[in-house]
């Protein structure tokens, strides 16, 4: 089956082709230039963006697959959870297609998606126990299929991308801060206790970020030498760390209070569901390299499997709906022209229409 995967629930529109769990082609346009002087994502900038590359990029992927329109055979689109306006432009090219061409259409949870991700580069052996960091997500899941999970635990404030992106604005580093905070830390040497693990001593598995936001600000604010005075769009790291070793320095605490919030609720998850195989860290935070290194000591010292995306996947991308959304197909799901858009803070509806296995 040839999957068409449509992204567009924050401010990447990724377009993939995958064809029976395997990548075919994808293209993705970037909209962080666009964004990055407001220091987050402006949801009407980024409908509009959308809807402006999206038909360059989709003839851009058909060349690239060496396929045609006529060729699709399915339809995978991101429903939610996201910003509403951006999802709308997806959900309507995926409707016109899948009318047009009479072929079915599927709409993928965006987080579920990215979970299953790194089901493109190797066999998933359920149960698994999932951890979806992204800059509007952060969820402990249960996954015991593809098609059967519960959330355990989730963020009650902040997602954990979002504290990377507001500490960075903080120190005045371009948005979508996360990576340049990481290439810093690596650079850093953490003190330790400089800032809290926050909201571990409780025994749920749910997070809250904010505090440690308001712990960076007050540093930052006592501390005005870390603000870079310029706010470049590609900067650069080495220098920056070499010019005030105390950036580097507080990035390296920060980024490792919030691993170590996340480790322990990993660790307790997992205590408490001993039969899991395999623990997945999925989302934009998963390509954190101190999280990598976490998680996979995690991983080994209870002897699971890990399995965590390649950093291009961890990062919005087509090639996780198309993957999901076929996979939905060939068990039976599909959705109706009256799919609806979910926003951000809804949870995705069961709603799919149940067809036989394996059409
Ligand atoms: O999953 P994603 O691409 O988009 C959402 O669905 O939110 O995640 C984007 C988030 C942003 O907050 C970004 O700063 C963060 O992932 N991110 C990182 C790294 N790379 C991306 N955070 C920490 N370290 C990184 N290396
Ligand atoms: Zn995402």
């Not at 064809?19 to 980024?46: D, I």
């Amino acid at each position: 089956m040839l999957c068409l995967g449509i992204e567009t629930s924050c401010d990447e529109t990724a377009l993939a082709l995958v064809r029976e769990g395997k990548l075919v082609t994808q293209c993705l346009a970037s909209q962080e230039e666009l964004h990055a002087v407001f220091g987050g994502v402006v949801p009407e900038m980024a409908s509009r963006e959308h809807l402006r590359i999206m038909p360059q990029l989709l003839e851009q992927l058909l060349k690239r697959g060496r396929v045609e329109l006529q060729d699709l055979q399915l339809v995978a689109v991101a429903r939610g959870p996201g910003l509403l306006g951006s999802i709308l432009v997806g959900l309507g090219l995926a409707k016109g297609l899948a009318f047009s061409l009479g072929i079915p259409l599927i709409g993928v949870d965006h987080l579920l998606a990215h979970l299953l991700a790194p089901g493109l580069e190797q066999e998933l052996d359920f149960p698994l126990l999932g951890l979806l960091v992204s800059g509007g997500h952060t969820q402990i899941y249960r996954l015991d299929s593809p098609f059967s999970y519960q959330i355990l635990g989730r963020t009650l404030d902040d997602a954990a991308g979002e504290a990377f992106d507001k500490s960075a604005k903080l120190l005045n580093l371009t948005y979508p801060g996360g990576r340049h905070i990481d290439q810093l830390a690596v650079l850093g040497h953490p003190q330790p206790g400089l800032f809290p693990a926050p909201y571990v001593d409780n025994d749920n598995l749910n997070f809250s970020f904010s505090g440690l936001k308001t712990a960076v600000a007050n540093f930052v604010r006592n501390n005005p030498g870390l603000r870079q005075k310029q706010m470049d769009l590609e900067p650069d790291i080495k220098q920056m760390a070499c010019k005030v070793p105390e950036l580097a320095d507080v990035c390296a605490a920060f980024n490792q209070s919030v691993v170590k919030v996340l480790q322990i609720k990993v660790h307790r998850a997992l205590q408490r569901m001993p039969d899991v195989r395999g623990l997945v860290v999925a989302g934009g935070v998963a390509a954190n390299s101190s999280l990598r290194r976490c998680m996979q000591s995690l991983a080994d010292e209870q002897g699971l499997e890990l399995y965590l995306p390649d950093k291009d996947l961890c990062t919005d991308n087509g090639a996780m709906i198309a993957y999901t959304g076929e996979l939905y197909v060939q068990n039976g799901y599909e959705h109706g022209l009256d799919l609806e858009a979910v926003p951000r803070g809804k949870d995705i509806p069961w709603d799919f229409i149940v067809r036989e296995k394996n059409r």
